[in-house]
């Protein structure tokens, strides 16, 4: 696996786990949370490491994450 595919979805599992603090979210917020770092990390992967993929597929993963966590409670 080339690691240039990788960088992108370091960054933004990196980013996503340096503004999380567990202590006060539901686990509505954490599916969320959730969803959009594996959604950044297929994005990167399907779009061969690009920003646009890597975004939207954190942006697209944070929502489905959210709705199965509001399914969740």
């Known amino acids: 696996m080339n690691i240039r595919r990788l ?6 599992i990196l980013a996503l786990s340096g503004c999380a603090t567990w202590d006060g ?5 954490k599916s969320a949370v ?3 770092g594996v959604g950044g990390v297929a994005g990167a992967v399907i779009t061969d490491g690009g ?6 597929g954190a942006a697209i993963g ?7 966590g509001k399914q969740r409670k």
């Not at 960088?7 to 933004?12: E, Q, S, T």
């Not at 920003?51 to 939207?56: H, W």
């Open 34 to 36: 959730i969803g959009a």
């Open 7 to 12: 960088i992108p979805a370091a960054a933004v």
């Open 25 to 29: 979210m539901s686990s509505r917020e």
């Open 62 to 68: 944070g929502v489905i994450g959210d709705q199965v």
């Open 51 to 56: 920003v646009l993929g890597t975004v939207g």
